[in-house]
C-alpha cells in the first residue's frame, strides 16, 4: 500500500505554545483515520498544515510525495469546522464554484445528495441553519474524488439522523485509493467505520494503530481506551 | 486559475456595482428629462431637487461604495472564514492576490467612468458640449506652447502615473489588512496601524528625496520640461517600486505567515 500523508517531525508554535511537537506520521491509502484528541490537543493544526493553511516551524511533510501547494490541493478535499462558503451564494452558485476549481468535483453526485436530504439548490446559503450549511458543505467535499479528505468535525453541528447519514455518505462516497482522516471528539458516533486512530494529546502523537488490533490488544472499545488515555 | 478566480471575483462584486450604477444612469436621466419639462418651473420644481439629491447621493454612494468594497472584498474573502475556501483551492496565493488587484482597479475605473458618463447624460446638452470642447482645446493649445512636442508624451505620463498610483491604493490597503492579519486578536486595529505606518514612511521618503533632489538639481528643476522629463518618470518608478514591495510583501505573508482564526 503507498503512503498518502508523511509527517517527519513536525512542531508548531504559536508564540510560545507549542501546538504540535515532533509530530512523525505515515498514513496509508485506502483507510477511514479517526484523529482523536481532546480540545486544543492540535487536531485543527495539523489538518491546517496538511492543507497549506499553516506552515510548520520545523518538520515536513509530503502529500502523495508533494509538499503542500497547488498540486497538493489538487487532491485533498478539505472540510473546515468553519462554514465557509460565501453568505451571498445559492447552493447552486457554490456547486458551480466547486466545479470550476476542482477537476474532480462530480456534480451529479452533489445534486443527487442534495436532494436526498431535501435541500432546495434554489436556496441562499444566508437563510440556512448552521446544521444544514455544514450538510452543503460536507455533501461538496465529498463529492470530489480526492485522495484524501481531511473533515474536521464533520459531525459536531448536526442532529443524529443526519449524523448517520453523513457517516453513511463518507463511508459510502469515498474509493478503495483514497484516505479520510476524521477529525473528532464524537467518539462513539465514528467508532464503528474507523479502520485506524491516532491519539494525539498536548500536540503529541499518543497513539496510532488499528481498531481492529486495539480492541484485540485492550479489550476495550475506542471510546473507553479514550476515556483511559484522556482522563482529566 | 487566474482567470477562473477573476470570474468568479466579478461574479461575487458584479451583483453590487451593476444594479448601482444602473441607478445611477437611470437617475442623470431622470434628471436631463426634468430640467427640460417647461410645467416644472413652478411649485412642482421641487421635484428637481429632490431628483438632483438623489442623483448626487447615488454618486458618492458609488465612490464610497467602490472604496468600501475593495477593503471589505479583501478582509472578508481571504482573511475571515471564507479564507479557508480560498486559501485551500488549487492557487497560488499570488494568482488570489492578483484576482483582487485586478478586478478591483477595474471597478475602480469603471466607476470613475459610469460617474463621468452620468454627468455627460445629464450635463451633455449642445452648449455645454461646446463649452467643454473649447476648454479641452484651450487646455490643448496651452500645454503645446508650454511644452511643445512633448505634450503628447505629457499625457502618456499623466494617465499611466493615474493607474499606477490607484493600483498603489489598493495594494497599500491589500498589505496593511495581510500585514494586521499578524497581529493576533487585534488584526482590524493592526491593518489601520500598518495602513498609517506605511503612509508616513512613504510621505517621508519622498519628502527627503525631493529634498535631495532640489539641492543636487538646483534651478534645473523650473523648468516646465522637467515636468514630463523628470517628475513624472519619478513619480511612476517611485509608484512602481512600492507597489512591488506591497505585492511581494502580501505574498509573503500568505504563504509563509497564514494564521486564519
Known amino acids: 500500500m503507498s503512503v498518502i500523508l508523511d509527517c517527519k517531525s513536525l512542531t508548531k508554535k504559536f508564540g510560545s505554545t507549542t501546538a504540535l511537537s515532533d509530530l512523525s506520521l505515515s498514513l496509508e491509502r485506502g483507510r477511514i483515520i479517526g484523529l482523536l484528541g481532546p480540545n486544543g490537543s492540535g487536531k485543527t493544526t495539523l489538518i491546517k498544515i496538511i492543507n497549506g493553511l499553516l506552515v510548520p516551524n520545523e518538520g515536513s511533510i509530503t502529500i502523495a510525495g508533494m509538499e503542500p501547494g497547488v498540486e497538493s490541493k489538487k487532491i485533498i478535499s478539505f472540510l473546515p469546522e468553519r462554514t465557509y462558503l460565501p453568505e451571498w451564494m445559492k447552493i447552486s452558485d457554490a456547486i458551480s464554484f466547486f466545479k470550476d476549481f476542482y477537476e474532480d468535483f462530480e456534480e451529479k453526485r452533489a445534486y443527487d445528495m442534495l436532494h436526498r436530504l431535501n435541500l432546495d439548490p434554489a436556496k441562499r446559503l444566508k437563510t440556512l441553519s448552521k446544521g444544514t450549511k455544514e450538510k452543503v458543505q460536507l455533501i461538496l467535499v465529498m463529492s470530489r474524488r480526492a485522495d484524501l479528505y481531511c473533515l474536521d468535525e464533520p459531525i459536531g453541528g448536526v442532529d443524529p439522523a443526519a449524523r448517520d447519514y453523513i457517516l453513511n455518505t463518507i463511508i459510502t462516497n469515498y474509493d478503495e485509493n483514497a484516505t479520510v482522516i476524521l477529525s473528532t471528539h464524537l467518539i462513539a458516533d465514528i467508532e464503528n467505520v474507523l479502520d485506524e486512530v491516532i491519539f494525539i494529546k498536548e500536540g503529541r502523537l499518543v497513539l496510532h494503530a488499528p481498531v481492529d488490533e486495539i480492541r484485540e490488544k485492550e479489550g476495550k472499545s475506542i471510546d473507553s481506551l479514550f476515556r483511559e488515555v484522556f482522563k482529566c | ?261
Open chain 2, 1 to 261: 486559475m487566474l482567470g477562473k478566480l477573476i470570474k468568479h471575483e466579478l461574479n461575487a462584486t458584479g451583483r453590487i456595482f451593476l444594479p448601482l450604477y444602473i441607478i445611477i444612469l437611470i437617475l442623470s436621466l431622470v434628471n436631463r428629462v426634468l430640467t427640460t419639462i417647461k410645467i416644472l418651473d413652478g411649485p412642482l420644481n421641487v421635484l428637481r431637487g429632490f431628483t438632483i439629491t438623489a442623483y448626487t447621493l447615488s454618486i458618492i454612494a458609488t465612490l464610497v461604495v467602490t472604496f468600501v468594497i475593495m477593503i471589505l472584498r479583501f478582509y472578508k474573502n481571504l482573511m475571515s472564514d471564507e479564507g479557508y475556501l480560498m486559501f485551500t483551492l488549487p492557487a497560488k496565493p499570488s494568482q488570489l492576490i492578483s484576482a483582487k488587484l485586478i478586478v478591483s482597479s477595474l471597478w475602480n475605473i469603471a466607476s470613475i467612468i459610469v460617474v463621468a458618463c452620468s454627468l455627460l447624460v445629464m450635463l451633455g446638452t449642445s452648449k455645454n458640449m461646446g463649452i467643454l470642447r473649447e476648454f479641452i482645446d484651450m487646455a490643448l493649445t496651452g500645454m503645446k506652447a508650454s511644452f511643445g512636442s512633448s505634450y503628447v508624451l505629457l499625457i502618456v505620463e499623466f494617465i499611466i502615473m493615474m493607474i499606477v498610483s490607484l493600483i498603489q491604493q489598493v495594494m497599500l490597503i491589500y498589505v496593511s489588512i495581510a500585514i494586521g492579519h499578524l497581529f493576533n486578536g487585534h488584526k482590524v486595529i493592526g491593518s489601520f496601524v500598518s495602513y498609517i505606518a506605511i503612509s508616513t514612511i512613504i510621505q517621508i521618503l519622498v519628502t527627503i528625496i525631493l529634498l535631495i533632489w532640489a539641492r543636487i538639481a538646483g534651478s534645473s528643476l523650473d523648468d516646465l520640461e522637467a515636468i514630463p522629463q523628470l517628475v513624472f518618470p519619478f513619480s511612476i518608478i517611485f509608484s512602481l517600486i512600492c507597489n512591488i514591495l506591497f505585492y511581494l510583501g502580501t505574498n509573503y505573508i500568505f504563504k509563509k505567515k497564514l494564521n486564519l482564526e
